[in-house]
């Protein structure tokens, strides 16, 4: 895979600009996307690093300790799971646009998941990665038969974990807090990405937006942690790599742990920094040690 360049994608309209993507940096003033036939110059919303591209964050950081936390709630995709572990299947299936295709496809996923939180017109994840699918197809003038959409759809039921998540989970695990997943996707889509993970059993709960039928950022999401695993907020840890959703949790009131992937991702200028910054799932056990 090309180690010296970014992709970038266009916005769905002014509201889904406002919206980052996991290991998304500042945002660049255009970029070429090429499908076949179809050169095209686009205004770019999104700088993606790729975390398998680029340098990793230092490890080692010094951090506070974390009084008081029970209980993690993970995000799933991007955090527990690479998204872009699609990426290979999608450069077998249109050679030359496996990478335009991941990336795009990704971007439209969390612009359509904010603009039907927007419009009040709820979906679910799966129906609206589906859609994303679609059309980031359709704007690289790619074929996508529905033979190619069904390999592509079930590729994300089986994303690929960070090598980082199982032995952080277990050293999580092993000092008795409880454990959870936390995320827009949809239930079927979380237990068998977990499933094939192999750390199913090493979570105490998946909680999934479709309980409230609104995807994140809004408070209603978050809210879900503290009642679903029976802890009190502040005992609550909300542990993510998307500096986006980090600050969707802080702005909920939750301790928020944020996996910086990416020595070059900066946080987000919303007004919410996380309280603690991590490299790895791995980092977390030593904050909470008793």
Not at 5 to 18: D, E, H, L, P, S
Not at 126 to 154: I, K, S, Y
Request: with cysteine; hydrophobic share 45%.
């Amino acid at each position: 895979m090309d180690t010296s360049r970014r992709t970038f994608v266009k916005t769905v309209g002014a509201a889904a600009g406002a919206l980052p993507v996991a290991g998304a940096g500042p945002a660049a003033a255009s970029a070429t996307i090429r499908g076949p036939g179809r050169p095209a110059t686009e205004p770019a919303a999104f700088d993606f690093l790729d975390p398998r591209r680029h340098q990793a964050a230092p490890a080692g950081r010094v951090q506070a300790r974390a009084e008081g936390i029970e209980a993690f709630a993970f995000d799933a995709y991007g955090t527990l799971f690479d998204v872009f572990s699609v990426t290979a299947l999608c450069e077998e299936l249109f050679p030359g646009n496996g990478d335009a295709l991941a990336q795009r496809w990704r971007a439209k996923q969390l612009q359509y998941s904010l603009l039907r939180s927007l419009m009040g017109r709820h979906r679910d994840f799966w129906l609206v990665t589906g859609d994303a699918l679609v059309n980031a197809a359709a704007g690289l003038g790619l074929d996508l038969t529905p033979a190619r959409q069904d390999r592509l759809m079930e590729a994300y039921l089986t994303l690929v974990a960070f090598p980082d998540v199982r032995p952080g989970l277990e050293a999580l695990k092993a000092r008795g807090l409880k454990l959870a997943i936390l995320s827009n996707g949809e239930p079927r889509m979380l237990e068998a990405a977990a499933r094939s993970a192999g750390i199913g059993t090493l979570l105490d709960d998946i909680i999934s937006v479709e309980e409230v039928k609104i995807f994140k950022v809004s408070p209603r999401v978050y809210n879900l942690g503290p009642e679903r695993l029976g802890v009190d907020r502040s005992a609550l840890g909300f542990v993510s790599s998307n500096a986006w959703d980090v600050a969707g949790a802080a702005s909920a009131g939750l301790t928020t742990f944020w996996i910086q992937r990416l020595e070059a991702e900066p946080p987000e200028e919303l007004g919410f920094e996380a309280h603690h910054v991590v490299s790895a799932l791995t980092d977390l056990a030593p904050l909470v040690e008793a």
